[in-house]
Nanobody, 116 residues
Framework: QVQLVESGGGLVQAGGSLRLSCGPS????????MGWYRQAPGKQRELVAT???????NYADFVKGRFTISRDFAKNTVYLQMNSLKPEDTAVYYC??????????WGQGTQVTVSS
């Protein structure tokens, strides 16, 4: 069982930046893909960005040019650098990891609140 631990959420003014981090609580050797999703109140969970074991990235259109996903393979940690934040970015952000055996895991979520 893989437990993902997220950190870095908080309250920021519009135009500000935050950096989210996520990694497994124990040692894991077989993570294939990692990514971030978000869920705003009353809305469905949506993809924000993903990164593969080959370091290929994919972004939702609404964060392109503002958010950057990166990965530290040695630490099995994924980061989400969020710049030029907007009030509509307010949501709970969830980390996800997919192993090479295709099992998937989620973090507990970290709240990001952007004030106008």
């Amino acid at each position: 069982q893989v437990q993902l631990v997220e950190s870095g959420g908080g309250l920021v003014q519009a135009g500000g930046s935050l950096r989210l981090s996520c990694g497994p609580s124990g040692r894991v050797f077989s993570i294939k893909n990692m990514g971030w999703y978000r869920q705003a109140p009353g809305k469905q969970r949506e993809l924000v960005a993903t990164i593969t074991s080959g370091n290929s990235t994919n972004y939702a259109d609404f964060v392109k040019g503002r958010f950057t996903i990166s990965r530290d393979f040695a630490k099995n940690t994924v980061y989400l650098q969020m710049n030029s934040l907007k009030p509509e970015d307010t949501a709970v952000y969830y980390c996800t990891a997919v192993l090479f055996n295709w099992s998937s895991y989620w973090g507990q979520g970290t709240q990001v609140t952007v004030s106008s």
